[in-house]
């Protein structure tokens, strides 16, 4: 998949303006090269309810949001590919009171908790397109030397 996250909030809009295409993007992120059954290991699977597989073989059934943070949230997925969008694309990240306002969330606690959620099993599980390549990685000022602190002595001439 690589490359493929939205770029601007206009794309973000138009792709994932339905919990359907939300929970494609998922799908698409879990599992790279096609659904695999974890019971039984076949391919074969039926999109059944929204955001569920069936296997075709054993019938067992998972949401794609199993083992995710949006596992037993009671928000659309939609609001969260909204706050991950505000979240990743915000030059210094944003506040939990910025993402209840431009999310509309009735709570504040609603928005903290949100964020504190994303950030980190959101670089897990998609981090290999969308946080990596997001301003969210920051510059690690590598090759910048420190100055020496004080007491500290310089070990070169
Ligand atoms: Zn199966």
Redesign the pocket.
Known sequence: MGEDFPRTLLELERRFSAEDACAEYLAALRWPDGWV?P??A?VDAWSVRRNRWL?D??R?EMSVTAGTIFQDSHLPLTIWFRAMWQITSQKNGISALGLQRVLGLGSYKTAWAMLISCVGPWFALAGTSWMASSRWTRPTGAGRKRAPLAGERNSRP
């Open positions: 059954c019971r039984c076949r296997c073989h054993c067992y």
